[in-house]
């Protein structure tokens, strides 16, 4: 979806270092979410928002912390990261709770 | 707390021929269900969606998808595969308005071969 654009695409990073990923809509999304993709576990939701600084865990937040200060943006943050967090990280959008949700391209990180 | 399953992991179809990927869901009411599609390098793309009503779905791409109640299914199909339909398929499951989340399976990897 066009509305929603992730950056960066790829990263490589070492572990112990900060990660800072963000999502960007502009669709008027209410709900944002940070998902992490993974093989032969599908797509897993790490946190999500329910509007502007409303924020909930998701199954697998431990090592995650989000952000949203404004509507279009969504930060997922990565403490200090490890090499169990190396995945595919997808954000989504919904304009209501319940309803379909539209995904950005992903960003691949790597944590060496 | 609903859940999903897709029971084939990967699926090979010739190009032409009929195809038919399972989802089967876990849930006390009735759910939102949803099919989405992820070429390789891509993210998710809504094929349809089932919230009420009609229990046969139309969506994108010439794909169909099946509500059946009694079988707790929402089975997709498509009566001709193209080679651009080679993909990972993504059941999902939401508990309706009122409910911020969606539950996914763990995907079917369509395979077309000439």
């Known amino acids: 979806d066009a509305g929603i654009t992730q950056s960066p695409r790829h990263k490589v990073t070492e572990t112990g270092t900060p990660v800072t990923l963000r999502c960007h809509q502009t669709?008027?999304?209410?709900?944002m979410y940070w998902y992490r993709q993974d093989p032969g576990h599908g797509l897993r939701l790490i946190h999500y928002s329910y509007g502007v600084k409303d924020t909930d865990k998701g199954e697998v937040s431990d090592g995650y912390s989000v952000s949203r200060s404004k509507t279009e943006d969504f930060l997922l943050t990565l403490e200090s990261a490890t090499s169990s967090q190396t995945s595919v990280y997808f954000c989504?959008?919904?304009?209501?709770?319940?309803?379909?949700?539209?995904f950005g391209p992903g960003t691949r990180l790597t944590v060496t | 707390a609903q859940s999903v399953t897709q029971p084939d992991i990967h699926i090979t179809v010739s190009e032409g021929a009929s195809l038919e990927l399972r989802c089967n869901y876990s849930?006390?009411?009735?759910?939102?269900l949803f099919w989405y599609v992820q070429s390789p390098g891509q993210g998710l793309q809504l094929l349809l969606k089932?919230?009420?009503?009609?229990?046969l779905v139309q969506g994108i791409k010439g794909f169909e998808a099946e509500f059946k109640r009694s079988q707790s299914s929402f089975n997709l199909r498509k009566p001709s595969v193209h080679w651009s339909d080679a993909a990972e398929y993504f059941c999902a499951v939401g508990a309706g308005f009122g409910n911020e989340k969606l539950t996914f399976g763990t995907g079917t990897r369509l395979t077309i071969i000439p």
């Open positions: 089932y919230f009420s009503g009609d229990t």
């Open positions: 669709e008027n999304h209410r709900y």
């Open positions: 989504a959008g919904a304009i209501n709770q319940g309803n379909e949700q539209y």
């Open positions: 849930y006390g009411a009735t759910p939102y």
